[in-house]
Every structure is written in C-alpha cells, then in structure tokens.
C-alpha cells in the first residue's frame, strides 16, 4: 500500500556533500513523522533527524550543524542534506515514514514503513 524509494547516496571524501532523498508513494492519506536513520557495520540503527508535519525537526547532537533534514510535503519526499562528512558517518542510511494510509481492506490506518536502506560512505 505504501512504498519508499531511497536514492543519493555513495562515496564521497572527507568534508564533502551528499544529500539523500526517499519518497514515498501510494495510498496516503496524511504523513505525520518523516525521518532518517543510520546502521554502521557492527552497530545498532541509530536516529539522525526526524521532521514532523508540522516543520519541526530534531538532529542527533553528532550531526547538529552538518546535516539538514527538511521535506517536500507536495512529493510526500523527505530530504537530508549531509555536509562536512566524516569517516565517522560512514553507514546504511535509512529513511522511516510515520503515516495515515488506506490498507488493502480500505480503511485508514497508521503504520510506519522504512525505505530500503542506501549507503554512504566517506573516506578519508
């Protein structure tokens, strides 16, 4: 009923830029919380910023300054724009979307899908 499709990531040195994007599509009816997510290899997934409908946003401290998270609400997309990139963020970045959709008997329901994972990786 819903899906997500992630794209912009790579490989990129050390105090560069990527910026990902994940859009989601489908039958929605209202996004609430749309976020960004990361997994390093041996680590637990951990938050990186989260925007509500409202505009409001929370970064992780460790990215508070470099990364942006903002959204499109008219292409139901969400955007985080990566700056000054360390070694240290080297991950699978996911993006996680809390919505209101339609489910496949028809009636709303809220759930929350995650996209399907798109790595960055930044060398030094």
């Known amino acids: 009923q819903v899906q997500l499709v992630e794209s912009g990531g790579g490989l990129v040195q050390a105090g560069g830029s990527l910026r990902l994007s994940c859009a989601a599509s489908g039958s929605i009816f209202s996004i609430n919380v749309m976020g960004w997510y990361r997994q390093a290899p041996g680590k637990q997934r951990e938050l990186v910023a989260t925007?509500?409908?409202?505009?409001?946003?929370n970064h992780a401290d460790s990215v508070k300054g470099r990364f942006t998270i903002y959204r499109e609400s008219a292409k139901n997309t969400v955007y985080l724009q990566m700056n000054s990139l360390k070694p240290e963020d080297t991950a699978v970045y996911y993006c996680?979307?809390?919505?209101?959709?339609?489910?496949?008997?028809?009636?709303?329901?809220?759930?929350?899908?995650w996209g399907q994972g798109t790595q960055v990786t930044v060398s030094s």
């Open positions: 925007i509500a409908a409202s505009g409001s946003t």
């Open positions: 996680n979307v809390n919505l209101w959709y339609r489910n496949s008997n028809g009636y709303r329901t809220q759930g929350a899908y």
